[in-house]
């Protein structure tokens, strides 16, 4: 059944941050009604994909949801939103709040229809801040909250981006937290309310939590970076016939690992002897085991490691990945008969539940306005007035 069964989410988003949260809303149990442009949302075009507007993202991100088509700046498209709105527990947009307000669906005015709403707002900054007004993607919120200038500090040649959109899936996780504890503190006051979801403020709290430092008092009693997150040799290990990913972090893994390569003595040395020690000459401490993880294999290393309980991983591929055992093992990552784009793979719920456990088993992910009609059936819309939307709703 899933632990929001039986919620009714009007998803108005678009992108990436907004169908992610909506995404793992559905995962739960929720109805999610996706309102889209005639146009559809971009992500429909990003490619590869088999047929038009069923990109490879929107697969990923729009399983369990029904798609309806509404011109929103047509007067039927408007009514046709604000009808649902009667009938759904929560709204949420990554529209812009100033353009929700001239199309007549900001806040106050919904709120006025369904006292009991909750109405959550994706955006690119703080409403009550100077960037209230500023646009927002991914790519510019890493800039601002300094993740290029940190991959430069980590000892790239230039800034670069984190290539994945950790912005946008960041705001997303602290979106779905924002409906779950909204919903539950209307269980407890019956009351609804409006919530802000910012971008720029909600991964600036992501990175700064590691990446303050010094900076951290007034007056700075250093500079700003985690010291062993940004160290340029924190990185794989070259073995003698690849890669190794190993964390050789507290004093029981490092008098483990000298025992293991039998050089005990080794663990005495100032710089390996303690943790504080060792964060102080992090550079040097990677250095030198950079030297040392290149006398053996891959092979005999993981061996070794996994004798003695050490931490390590193999370096994967995305390919690697999809067909990692211990995910086989769940069944995480299984094949779906999509209704148009034939056999795909997709994913479960990442959470085990006890009491409330999730579906994998949830709705293909819906061609342009597959529900539209279906949608405005049961609100109860006769079949001239859902003929007159479907019109309007036609791409221009």
């Known amino acids: 059944m899933g632990p929001l069964e039986g919620v009714r989410i009007l998803d108005l988003t678009s992108v990436i941050l907004g169908p992610y949260a909506t995404h793992i809303l559905a995962t739960m149990g929720a109805e999610v009604i996706k309102v889209e442009t005639p146009e559809g949302d971009n992500m429909r075009d990003v490619g590869p994909m088999k047929n038009p507007k069923m990109g490879h993202i929107f697969l990923h991100l729009n399983r369990g949801k029904k798609s309806v088509v509404l011109d929103l700046k047509s007067p039927e498209g408007k009514k046709a939103v604000k009808d649902l709105v009667k009938t759904v527990d ?3 947009s990554n529209i812009r709040l100033q353009a929700l307000e001239r199309l007549g669906l900001g806040y106050e005015e919904l709120s006025a229809i369904h006292p009991k709403l909750i109405y959550v707002s994706c955006s690119g900054f703080g409403q009550d801040g100077l960037y209230a007004h500023k646009p927002a993607y991914d790519d510019l919120i890493q800039a601002a909250v300094g993740l290029p200038w940190l991959m430069q500090e980590y000892g790239i040649e230039e800034p ?3 290539p994945t959109t950790i912005g946008d899936r960041v705001t ?3 979106s779905v937290n924002a409906v779950t504890a909204a919903l539950y503190a209307r269980e407890k006051t019956g009351q609804g309310q409006r919530v802000i979801v910012p971008m720029f403020e909600a991964l600036t709290q992501f990175v700064l939590g590691d990446h303050m430092a010094g900076e951290t ?3 700075s009693i250093g500079k700003a970076g985690y010291q062993r997150l940004i ?4 990185k794989p290990y070259a073995t003698k016939d690849g890669y190794i990913s190993t964390l050789i972090y507290n004093d029981k893994h490092w008098k483990s690992f000298f025992e293991a390569i039998e050089q005990p003595q080794r663990y005495h040395e100032v710089i390996f002897c303690s943790h504080a020690n060792r964060a102080q000459n992090i550079d040097q401490v990677y250095s030198e085991l950079a030297i040392l993880m290149k006398s053996r294999t891959t092979a005999q290393w993981r061996d070794l490691f996994n004798q003695y309980d050490i931490p390590n991983q193999m370096v994967n591929s995305i390919h690697d990945v999809i067909h990692d055992e ?7 990552i299984f094949e779906e008969n999509h209704p148009t784009e034939g056999p795909i793979r997709v994913m479960k ?3 085990d539940w006890s009491g409330t456990p999730t579906s994998s088993q949830l709705s293909p992910t819906p061609t342009l306005g597959q529900h539209t009609a279906e949608v405005l059936r049961s609100l109860g819309y006769l079949e001239n ?7 309007s709703g036609l791409p221009s």
């Open 90 to 92: 929560v709204f949420i």
């Open 160 to 162: 670069r981006y984190v």
């Open 172 to 174: 997303g996780l602290y």
């Open 217 to 219: 008092y007034i007056p």
């Open 231 to 234: 160290s340029p040799h924190r």
């Open 326 to 332: 211990h995910l086989k093992s769940k069944s995480f």
């Open 349 to 351: 719920d990442a959470v």
């Open 385 to 391: 007035e859902i003929q007159a939307i479907l019109k």
